[in-house]
């Protein structure tokens, strides 16, 4: 199978799509790590692994610490010997306006998506370079991260900083052979489901008019994961991928879409005329295509 004689750990794989992927990755061969703070969930998700014939140990650790993401890691070594592919899945949703929100709100989502998922990566790529081997890191992420999302700001900025992170680890760890991509799924799970329906229903507006499926099942977003795990997919790295019901996409890395020089140095005065002429430009090309 694709993923034979792999060791992969899934955070947050009591349920939803770090469940789903857990299945998945072991469906394709690989042993697994069930990692969740809710001992029942991961439990069972492992269980329901090893009756399916797959090989699933759960692991509890609450990977928000160094010490708790180091003992995933360790879970891993300690069960299979080794660790090939991290999956940074675990998440939490605090949501709340950002002027009322409260700095435990803040700081629980900052641990949970934005230090969890550098933690794991630390302890997973130092056993990876150890082994020598190379490996594969996949960090779930957000378009909350990618174009922002009213109500939540914590989760944004810690999906955001995840996107910096992936792009950063790429470039640290590719002499290694391990690969460091990032996930955007589109996907109706428990944690999306905590959404109002009228905020759900206003960014779903622009699919009305289309037979295309935009929020799909966990179950969708795990072939991307699986692939990206496997030894095929070691040309690709650094990249942001879309994965939701009938559409796959990649997203661009940021760029500058204008640039201007002054020598010398800029003034208020420059930047207002630069600014000025900047808008009406921009509203004579909309003018031009009416």
Not at 49 to 55: C, E, K, M, T
Not at 81 to 100: C, E, H, K, P, T
Not at 120 to 132: F, N, P, S, Y
Request: aromatic share 6%; net charge neutral.
């Amino acid at each position: 199978m694709l993923l034979s004689n792999k060791v992969a750990l899934v955070t947050g794989a009591g349920q939803g799509i770090g469940a789903t992927l857990a299945r998945a990755l072991a469906d394709a061969g690989a042993s697994v790590i069930v990692n969740d703070i809710n001992h029942g969930k991961a439990d069972e998700v492992a269980h329901a692994i090893a009756a399916a014939g797959g090989r699933a140990v759960a692991q509890h650790s609450d990977i928000s610490t160094f010490g708790g993401a180091d003992a995933a890691v360790q879970a891993a070594i300690d069960a299979y010997g080794r660790i090939d592919i991290l999956v940074n899945n675990a998440g939490i949703l605090r949501d709340r306006m950002s002027y009322n929100m409260t700095e435990s709100e803040w700081d629980q989502v900052i641990a949970v998506c934005l230090k969890g998922t550098f933690a794991c990566a630390r302890a997973a790529i130092r056993e990876m370079r150890r082994i020598g081997e190379g490996g594969r890191i996949i960090n779930i992420a957000s378009r909350s991260g990618l174009r922002g999302s009213i109500g939540q700001a914590n989760y944004a900025a810690a999906k955001a900083g995840v996107l910096g992170l992936t792009r950063t680890l790429c470039q640290e760890v590719s002499k290694f052979g391990i690969t460091v991509n990032a996930i955007s799924p589109r996907a109706v799970t428990d944690m999306t489901n905590s959404i109002p329906e009228h905020v759900r229903k206003k960014k779903d507006a622009s699919w009305a008019d289309t037979s295309v499926v935009r929020r799909g099942t966990p179950e969708q977003i795990a072939p991307a994961v699986v692939y990206l795990a496997s030894g095929e997919a070691e040309w690709i790295t650094g990249q942001v991928i879309g994965i939701g019901g009938d559409k796959l996409s990649l997203w661009s890395h940021p760029k500058e879409v204008a640039e201007a020089f002054i020598f010398g140095g800029w003034s208020v005065e420059n930047m207002r005329e630069m600014f000025r002429a900047s808008v009406a430009s921009e509203l004579q090309s909309v003018g031009n295509k009416d």
